[in-house]
């Protein structure tokens, strides 16, 4: 069964503190990786897109690494701020367009 | 350029009934994927279309189905519904597949209550 699993379940941080969220796959046809935003009630934001030729890739306060051989992601925010709350989705994609979603970190970052 | 956009936004549907959910993607985008999100199931792949054909399938049970028209937008139908349907349904475009993988973008969702 192809598992994609996201550490801390959730997680809340003084204003100004950089984070690492995690991402964990076992399905050894997961060839890409992205990062996607949810905010309360709304649809998800695509942050970034790791693709299957790289290894990280970086937007604003935003990293994002891949590491197939050990089938791990993380997500790095750097100087986090209020707005950054919502909650991080990593979902794994393979040769077709289906994404195999983990279960999302709950993100708060206290004023 | 616009997003990915679901009508309708909000609607409440009794056990039994049916239900149609419409999608237009990002002009250019072909391929549309639905997804359902629960609290309990999160974010479960529901099918793919790709030029008016169904590409990929997930788990789900027949009464559980879709179509893509020729300008891309995509419909899904969920029958004979039940308590355990309610969720909210999320529609994605993107551009064709290929194994280094495309960003996919994601609509509003359409917010599904049965009672």
């Known amino acids: 069964k192809q598992e994609v699993t996201q550490i801390p379940a959730a997680l809340s941080v003084p204003e100004g503190e950089n984070l690492v969220l995690n991402c964990s796959f076992t399905?050894?046809?997961?060839?890409?990786l992205q990062w996607f935003r949810q905010d309360p009630g709304k649809g998800l934001t695509s942050l970034l897109l790791?693709?299957?030729?790289?290894r990280e890739q970086t937007s604003g306060r935003l990293n994002a690494s891949l590491d197939k051989s050990s089938g791990r992601s993380t997500l790095y925010i750097a100087a986090s701020q209020p707005g950054d709350s919502a909650t991080y989705l990593c979902a794994g994609g393979g040769a077709t367009n289906k994404l195999i979603f983990g279960t999302g970190t709950l993100l708060a970052v206290q004023p | 350029k616009a997003g990915v956009t679901q009508t309708p936004r909000y609607l409440i549907k009794t056990r039994g009934q049916q239900v149609t959910l419409s999608c237009s993607p990002i002009s250019g985008h072909r391929s549309v994927s639905w997804y359902q999100q629960t609290p309990g199931q999160g974010l479960q792949f529901l099918f793919e279309y790709f030029s008016e054909t169904q590409r990929n399938k997930g788990n789900f049970p027949g009464r559980f189905s879709g179509r893509q028209f020729s300008n891309s937008r995509s419909e899904m139908n969920v029958s004979t519904l039940e308590l355990g349907d309610s969720a909210l349904y999320l529609c994605?475009?993107?551009?064709?597949?290929?194994?280094?993988?495309?960003?996919?973008?994601f609509g509003e969702g359409s917010w599904l209550t049965v009672v």
């Open positions: 399905d050894s046809a997961i060839y890409n």
């Open positions: 790791i693709q299957s030729s790289q």
């Open positions: 994605a475009s993107s551009l064709p597949s290929g194994a280094s993988g495309n960003t996919i973008y």
